[in-house]
């Protein structure tokens, strides 16, 4: 089992939809999470943290479930520019600072 | 300026040669990484350094090996290059102060290498 797993997607919404990603971590020992998205053959960007108590900056909304070991990515009122690959990172276990990430799920957003 | 830049930005090259990718910050930080990026797989780590003193292996440093010559360069290279190691390579950084739950990793424009 993949410890960061992502729907690859892609997700093909129109302008103004609003759309929300999952992926699920093995190691229920992770401490942090992150969303960082990246553009065709670009290099991945911080796009947010992801607190315990949920998170939001803009029409983009980030929800931790401990419990279930998921984390989510709510995208409102999408953007053609929001068209991208977005991918779901926590931190390892063996080292706080070492990253793993998910292979990312992709967003298509259509006119 | 790029905070990291990485250079060459496309290589291609054949099996056997010896390859060495290099990565230059000017963030200031302490920690680096090199990853590999393959379709489908996602990023995985290689190697990386918490300081010029500190080197460690990732998930998958079989074949390559890396040199922290300053706090600003971290270099991969791959003595022997084979076809499977085609792929995007990405170093970043992080800052050494940085809390668990906000660190950040800033990434260079990437590597794209071919080994024909």
């Known amino acids: 089992r993949k410890e960061v797993e992502q729907d690859p997607g892609p997700f093909n919404v129109p302008e103004g939809a609003t759309v929300a990603f999952n992926c699920t971590y093995s190691?229920?020992?992770?401490?942090?999470f992150f969303w960082y998205r990246q553009d065709c053959r670009k290099e991945p960007k911080l796009l947010m943290s992801?607190?315990?108590s949920g998170n939001e900056d803009g029409r983009f909304t980030a929800q931790l479930n401990r419990a279930s070991q998921y984390i989510s990515l709510l995208i409102r009122d999408s953007k053609l520019s929001d068209s991208a690959t977005y991918l779901c990172?926590?931190?390892?276990?063996?080292?706080?600072?070492?990253?793993?990430f998910g292979s990312g799920t992709r967003l298509l957003v259509r006119p | 300026d790029a905070d990291v830049t990485q250079t060459p930005r496309n290589r291609i090259t054949k099996t056997g040669k010896r390859i060495m990718l290099e990565c230059s910050q000017t963030?200031?930080?302490?920690?680096m990484y090199w990853y590999r990026q393959d379709p489908g797989l996602g990023l995985r780590l290689i190697y990386y350094?918490?300081?010029?003193?500190?080197?460690n292996k990732g998930e998958i440093s079989d074949g390559y090996s890396v040199s922290r010559q300053a706090q600003a360069k971290f270099s991969l290279s791959l003595e022997s290059a084979i076809p499977n190691q085609t792929a995007l390579y990405f170093c970043?950084?992080?800052?050494?102060?940085?809390?668990?739950?906000?660190?950040?990793?800033?990434f260079g424009p990437g590597t794209r290498l071919t080994v024909l």
């Open positions: 990172v926590v931190n390892s276990v063996d080292s706080s600072y070492k990253l793993i």
């Open positions: 350094s918490f300081d010029v003193k500190d080197i």
């Open positions: 963030k200031g930080h302490d920690r």
């Open positions: 190691n229920s020992a992770s401490q942090s």
């Open positions: 970043a950084t992080s800052d050494l102060t940085a809390s668990v739950s906000t660190d950040t990793q800033y």
């Open positions: 992801v607190y315990s």
